[in-house]
T-cell receptor
């Protein structure tokens, strides 16, 4: 059974650019969550999607957006990148959401220069 | 919002030793998970444990929801247990709040 797949694994972008990260959940999982991990702020919640509906959003500026497709794959987009957006972005999938165990992907490490 | 505190922040053990990691949370929660992040950044789910006790090999966890804490026990530690252990809680809002973690180093 394939795990959670995140692409790309590494990314270097310039300030002001935009970026799209992708997450393919475990087959059959309908919930996808995104987290940002930085040395200073730790792991912070970005969004949670279930069957294409965003059920919660974290305290991030509007430059951070996401969506989920009918096949449960999810993307997140960050526009007008800032240096502080450099982080490890982690995606987790679950069959039912937070009332079940999460499986995380390997993450996308974004560096903004 | 809910606050999650983990202790100790750092722990160094000799291989074979046992340890207990603690997670305190400030309000009632619906869901709780323990994770291990390896040196390559991969987060591995250890337990989904909103209440009660579970065991998986050398690891076990106990959550006492009424007293707002959870414990993770590691017995006969191995060097591969090194990494950061996170506790995460959810109060039914579809998002987990993570603690700051316990960094464990197991020496051979």
């Amino acid at each position: 059974k394939a795990g959670v797949t995140q692409t790309p694994r590494y990314l270097i972008k310039t300030r002001g650019q935009q970026v799209t990260l992708s997450c393919s959940p475990i087959s059959g999982h309908r919930s996808v969550s995104w987290y940002q991990q930085t040395p200073g702020q730790g792991l912070q919640f970005l969004f949670e999607y279930f069957s294409e509906t965003q059920r919660n959003k974290g305290n991030f500026p509007g430059r951070f957006s996401g969506r989920q497709f009918s096949n449960s794959r999810s993307e997140m987009n960050v526009s007008t990148l800032e240096l502080g957006d450099s982080a490890l972005y982690l995606c987790a999938s679950s069959s039912r959401g937070t009332n079940y165990g999460y499986t995380f992907g390997s993450g996308t490490r974004l560096t903004v220069v | 919002g809910i606050q999650v505190e983990q202790s100790p922040p750092d722990l160094i053990l000799q291989e074979g030793a046992n340890s207990t990691l603690r997670c305190n949370f400030s309000d009632s929660v619906n869901n709780l998970q323990w994770f291990h992040q390896n040196p390559w950044g991969q987060l591995i789910n250890l337990f989904y444990i909103p209440s009660g006790t579970k065991q998986n090999g050398r690891l076990s966890a106990t959550t006492v929801a009424t007293e707002r804490y959870s414990l993770l026990y590691i017995s006969s530690s191995q060097t591969t247990d090194s990494g950061v252990y996170f506790c995460a809680v959810d109060s039914g809002t579809y998002k987990y709040i993570f603690g700051t973690g316990t960094r464990l180093k197991v020496l051979a």
